[in-house]
């Protein structure tokens, strides 16, 4: 999310950076750059969480909540040739969805915006659950749960973790923030970046627990990234998967107001696991790149086959018909060498037909998603693929599960798919547009699997007579293919509307699965309490399917 400085404090400092070997890399567009092996600007290990300057929750610098976009979609102009009627809804009109999902097994309220003090629109829900605790994230805030719901720590500023270091990362509180647990080391994994002037440079924060104990010491990192040409390119919207040979992110690149690129990044996990000088290299995509990518982030017992990670992007053909030929899952593989960096390649596997859709809700408007009680709507950001990209190796092969949002029967329904990598070799194995028949319209979803195959989608859910609330849907392994065979279920009904006029909802959500037992979906977005312009709160959720163990 695109902020706003409105008061300046930094510490400066250099950073150098390797000569790409531009012959190493396999390119999907004439403007790909890489790798570009960034140095480590510094590196320290904290004191216990418990004992740092607790920072309060107040923005350095104001979100800013009324940004328009450049263009309509991540700085690229939309061709809006004539959009597709969506070819992937399996339940026909006229028949009602059904209601087998299970049940709710307990959940609490989250951060809100007065416990945030964040003065923000939207909050960046997102959380994650690890072996012992439960931890969500907002612009600005976190905060620190056992699995029962009892608050251990916070919430508090988000910069809080880097209390000391001295630079942006401390002084600052950007937002765009991302927490995961680290499975594979049993570690915590938080990042969000930071701005020091308006022209720039711009910084990723880093921390990453020293134990699995998230109130402890954690270590910090911290980069700034590259200019092009004179201009420092700012790292927007970044999104992270981890696997065992890194930490991966991808990031929209903006250089000044003009969009500067899709961005593939991987920093070096096993170093920064050991406190140690760890290098993160760099790929851009160029600005012929559509944008809103997403890394995949592991789950699961069985670790990957290979090396590297994939990387998905869901392209619209009427985005840019001169360019996207259909509509399409545009699929990268980033394999590091943390030897020889300059080795690392970035390689375009292949682009994935998939059942039409129309990409373009609203025509990318803010005012979008209606709401009970107001005539404010909601922004319901279908120009990217949605948080996580789910990874997991079942063996004999690999999935890939992700979302989007699509407009279909004149309202947002969400998109999934399940892609299988047999063999090295993609394909879409299942792909379904879920919009039942109602009037409601679903969106900001997020998808994971269970150890299974049984598949769950979170989302927001709102309608003309309908408060925003929260929803998932799902259905088992064994259910027929392409559809949310077990319907929906409600998780926190919303009992007011959002009235502010800039209409941002978001940007993201967070479904993740439990690492204990692989099988309990833990969910974490925005509702309302009660109808504001600003008054946001959050939930934390949890669901299993029935005979998962």
């Known amino acids: 999310m695109r902020q706003v400085i409105c008061s300046l404090a930094a510490i400066l400092f250099a950073l150098f950076f390797l000569a790409p070997n531009a ?3 396999t390119a999907y567009a004439a403007g790909v750059t890489g790798p570009i092996v960034s140095v480590m600007m510094n590196h320290d290990v904290s004191r216990p969480l418990t004992t740092l300057v607790a920072y309060p929750n107040v923005l350095t610098y104001k979100l800013n909540q009324a940004y328009a976009p450049r263009s309509a979609a991540l700085g690229k102009t939309p061709s809006f040739s004539a959009p ?16 087998n999902m299970p049940a709710p097994d307990g959940g609490w309220d989250g951060i809100n915006y007065n416990t945030a003090h964040c003065y923000c629109l939207p909050p960046d829900t997102n959380g994650d659950v690890g072996a012992n605790h439960y931890i969500q994230t907002v612009n600005t805030a976190f905060q620190i749960w056992d699995k029962n719901g009892v608050s251990l720590y916070g919430p508090v500023a988000n910069n809080t973790l880097f209390s000391g270091v001295g630079n942006a990362c401390e002084t600052t509180n950007d ?18 970046f930071a701005n020091v002037y308006t022209n720039g440079p711009y910084y990723q924060c880093f921390a990453v627990s020293t ?7 954690w270590y910090r990192y911290w980069y700034i990234f590259p200019k092009s040409g004179n201009t420092w390119l700012l790292n927007d919207y970044a999104k992270f998967g981890i696997m065992p040979d890194g930490y991966y992110m991808t990031a929209n690149m903006f250089k000044g107001d003009d969009w500067g690129g899709g961005a593939v990044l991987v920093a070096e996990r096993q170093k920064m696991l050991l406190g140690q000088n760890a290098q993160m290299i760099y790929f851009n995509l160029g600005v012929d790149d559509w944008g809103g990518m997403l890394p995949a982030d592991f789950d699961g017992a069985n670790l990957p086959p ?39 390649t970035l390689t375009h596997l292949t682009n994935l037909a998939v059942k039409k859709f129309n990409g373009s809700v609203c025509n990318f408007a803010r005012n979008c998603v209606p709401q009970k009680g107001t005539s404010r709507k ?30 279909a029967r004149k309202r947002a329904g969400i998109r999934w798919y399940e892609i299988r990598i047999t063999g090295g070799t993609p394909t879409i194995q299942q792909q379904n547009t879920y919009i039942p028949d109602d009037t409601a319209w ?81 969910y974490t977005t925005e509702y309302y309490r009660g109808s504001s312009t600003t008054n946001w709160r959050t939930w934390i959720g949890k669901f299993r399917f029935p005979g998962c163990s």
């Open 306 to 344: 290979s090396n590297g990670n994939y990387f998905a992007e869901i392209q619209d053909h009427a985005w840019d018909p001169a360019n996207i030929p259909q509509d399409q899952i545009a699929l990268w593989k980033l394999t590091p060498d943390w030897v020889t960096p300059g080795n690392t």
């Open 378 to 407: 909601l922004d319901a950001i279908s120009d990217r693929t949605m948080y996580r990209l789910q990874y997991r190796n079942f063996g004999s092969y690999e999935t890939l599960v992700t979302n989007h949002t699509v407009a």
């Open 442 to 522: 679903r969106w900001m979803g997020s998808a994971a699997m269970d150890e299974q195959g049984n598949l769950a989608v979170g989302f927001s859910k709102s309608s003309p007579t309908m408060y925003p609330g929260i929803f998932y849907a799902g259905r088992l392994a064994a259910d027929p293919p392409n559809m949310l065979a077990q319907g929906e279920k409600r998780m926190k009904r919303g009992s007011g509307a959002q009235t502010s006029s800039f209409s941002r909802w978001g940007d993201y959500s967070a479904l993740t699965v439990d690492p204990s037992d692989d099988c309990t979906f833990w």
């Open 175 to 192: 937002g765009d923030p991302i927490i995961l647990y680290d499975q594979l080391a049993d570690r915590w994994f938080f990042t969000q």
């Open 23 to 25: 012959a190493r890399h």
């Open 211 to 217: 134990t699995g104990d998230p109130l402890g010491s």
């Open 84 to 99: 597709d009627r969506d070819q992937a809804i399996n339940n026909p009109k006229g028949i009602p969805d059904i209601e």
